[in-house]
């Protein structure tokens, strides 16, 4: 398939095999772009209107819990002992 060229030696966008390069490359980059996309993953989180995690839901207050077991245990007399020597 020889493809015309122009005068100044580039391909001719009028003829119709540019067209159809045209059209299989673009198929191309769509499959390799949507190939390439990773799958999101679905949480069950439910979030507010700012993306938060709303914290009345059971899930989210018990990720509040978590939160401050963590937060009460980096306050710890072993973890600032640990601090302390580190």
Do not use: H, W
């Not at 095999?17 to 191309?28: G, N, S, T």
């Not at 899930?59 to 601090?83: H, T, W, Y």
């Amino acid at each position: 398939m020889a493809v015309k060229t122009t005068a100044s030696g580039k391909m001719d966008k009028r003829t119709k095999e540019y067209k159809e390069l045209k059209d299989r490359l673009a198929k191309a980059r769509a499959a390799k772009a949507k190939a390439a996309t990773p799958k999101k993953q679905t949480s069950k989180l439910k979030k507010t209107a700012s993306g938060k995690v709303d914290k009345r839901t059971k899930e989210g207050k018990a990720i509040c819990a978590r939160m401050a077991k963590a937060r009460r245990a980096q306050g710890s007399l072993m973890n600032r002992l640990k601090r302390l020597f580190r």
